[in-house]
């Protein structure tokens, strides 16, 4: 049978606010959600948005509700990715539109949008989400969703020029926060479709990390401004604790400083590399934990000035680099879920969180915010994520996956990527592509569609057996 015919028994999900129709309590539910897609039978106190809590069991997301949830996302619904020259025409006669983004091919595109969301029983849209028509404006969105806070526009992918790794001790970073605080958070402050807002993507923190992707690091920035700058004054001042004269720190760097205040005055005395020792190297380690520390707290406090409702998830961090290791202890004092990206053969993903749980400083929740399974063909060779040889293999490793970190009683929440295939002539995707759920022109993977319906269907089953 068609999945559309499928309808009656779709998962309820926020969409029933919206008056779509749907069963208010599907037949293939272990026990009844909320609108939001919690679940009825375990409650805790309601305050009208997302938050955390943790009972004697386990750690949760709770609903707007009050009602226990595990956030079950998806990625990637951009919607300029059904408007490609691969399949524009598609889109444009399914959606009965003269063209993409005209006011058919939008209530198309959020009405189609919707109901592959109820059907799959998907609960979240991921950070990775461009679809304006499901997001705003603020206060209506059609769906939940992580929304977006970026004072630094750090995401890997950007490239972020050395001028955006500027002096986060400087009041001028911390006017920055809260100009852009005031300007995407605040209006959003009251809507309860928002689970939490994430900062960038997979921030580049670590030498390591800036090698490989040729970009520059904090320390290496800030390290090199003026006397008038807070950061160089708090590099000098550590440095003067890790060297007992700065003969010794001259022999690290072979450098001709006859004092720290001249370090102090002096501008652009390193050049941005990575470290050529040891020493520099725990240098700028050292000094990345003052750094990350000043860049989350005034992100922290001015996101917190304009909204005291919804989560602070912090930067998506990079859990393939080491970029994650090196500042989870400094993040996790400010943020309210430990956010993650994750792309990894099955085995390696326990070993992996239980390191990680152990590092964070305040105890939170986790939440793998990004990742998935892949299998390559002749218009995908090489998409993101570990490579199954079937789609039957890459369904039975996902309802794996979702099972075993459910059992942790950290882990809160998975959001796919993605949703709907890229292929290797669309723009940016030549040498690496996101694979979905379904084809280019909507058709799902069979295997995938009864894999994600299994997890949506049990997935409060699967948490309450952690």
């Given at each position: 049978m068609n999945r559309r015919k499928f309808i009656q028994y779709l998962v309820p999900s926020a969409l029933s606010v919206h008056g779509l129709q749907g069963a208010k309590d599907s037949q293939n539910m272990p026990e009844p959600r909320d609108e939001f897609g919690g679940n009825k039978n375990k409650h805790f106190k309601a305050t009208g948005f997302f938050r955390t809590e943790r009972d004697d069991d386990r750690w949760w997301l709770v609903s707007p509700k009050g009602n226990a949830f595990i956030s079950f996302g998806v990625n990637h619904y951009h919607a300029d990715w059904w408007a490609q020259e691969h399949n524009r025409d598609y889109w444009i006669g399914r959606f009965k539109a003269k063209k993409p983004f005209d006011d058919s091919w939008?209530?198309?595109?959020?009405?189609?949008?919707?109901?592959?969301?109820?059907?799959?029983g998907i609960n979240t849209l991921?950070?990775?989400?461009d679809a304006s028509m499901l997001t705003e404006p603020p206060?209506?969105?059609?769906?939940?969703?992580?929304a977006t806070y970026t004072p630094l526009k750090l995401s890997h992918y950007l490239k972020p020029s050395n001028e955006v790794y500027m002096d986060v001790f400087s009041d001028e970073y911390k006017d920055l926060c809260d100009a852009v605080a005031k300007e995407t958070v605040a209006p959003y402050a009251n809507d309860p479709m928002i689970v939490g807002f994430c900062m960038s993507d997979c921030p580049v923190f670590s030498d390591d990390e800036a090698q490989w992707y040729n970009i520059t690091t904090f320390p290496r920035q800030i390290r090199n401004l003026g006397k008038k700058s807070p950061g160089k004054k708090a590099y000098v001042e550590l440095m003067s604790t890790r060297y007992d004269s700065i003969d010794h720190f001259n022999n690290t760097y072979?450098?001709?400083?006859?004092?720290?205040?001249?370090?102090?005055?002096?501008k652009n005395w390193?050049?941005?590399?990575?470290?050529?020792?040891?020493?520099?190297?725990?240098?700028?380690?050292?000094?990345?934990?003052?750094?990350?520390?000043a860049y989350y707290k005034n992100a922290n406090n001015s996101f917190r000035k304009y909204n005291k409702n919804h989560l602070f998830l912090g930067d998506k961090l990079n859990g393939n680099s080491n970029g994650l290791e090196s500042v989870i202890k400094i993040t996790s004092k400010y943020t309210d879920v430990v956010n993650f990206q994750y792309?990894?053969?099955?085995?390696?993903?326990?070993?992996?969180?239980?390191?990680w749980s152990k590092m964070i400083t305040h105890d939170q929740p986790i939440i793998n915010g990004d990742s998935g399974f892949t299998v390559p063909c002749s218009s995908m060779p090489n998409p993101y994520g570990p490579h199954c040889k079937t789609q039957k293999a890459r369904a039975e490793m996902t309802l794996q996956y979702v099972k075993d970190s459910l059992e942790r009683d950290n882990?809160?929440?998975?959001?796919?990527?993605?949703?709907?295939?890229?292929?290797?002539?669309?723009?940016s995707k030549e040498f690496s592509q996101h694979q979905g759920l379904m084809t280019i022109k909507g058709t799902y993977y069979d295997d995938m569609e009864n894999c994600v319906r299994e997890i949506s269907s049990n997935l409060y089953k699967f948490a309450s057996s952690s």
């Open positions: 939008n209530a198309g595109f959020k009405a189609e949008a919707l109901k592959d969301l109820k059907f799959l991921g950070v990775h989400t206060g209506q969105a059609a769906f939940p969703y992580v072979k450098a001709k400083f006859r004092s720290w205040d001249q370090l102090l005055e002096t390193r050049e941005d590399l990575y470290p050529d020792n040891s020493k520099e190297k725990q240098d700028n380690e050292q000094f990345l934990y003052l750094c990350v520390d792309y990894a053969e099955l085995e390696t993903h326990k070993t992996s969180m239980d390191r882990f809160v929440g998975w959001h796919m990527c993605g949703i709907i295939d890229t292929i290797k002539t669309m723009p």
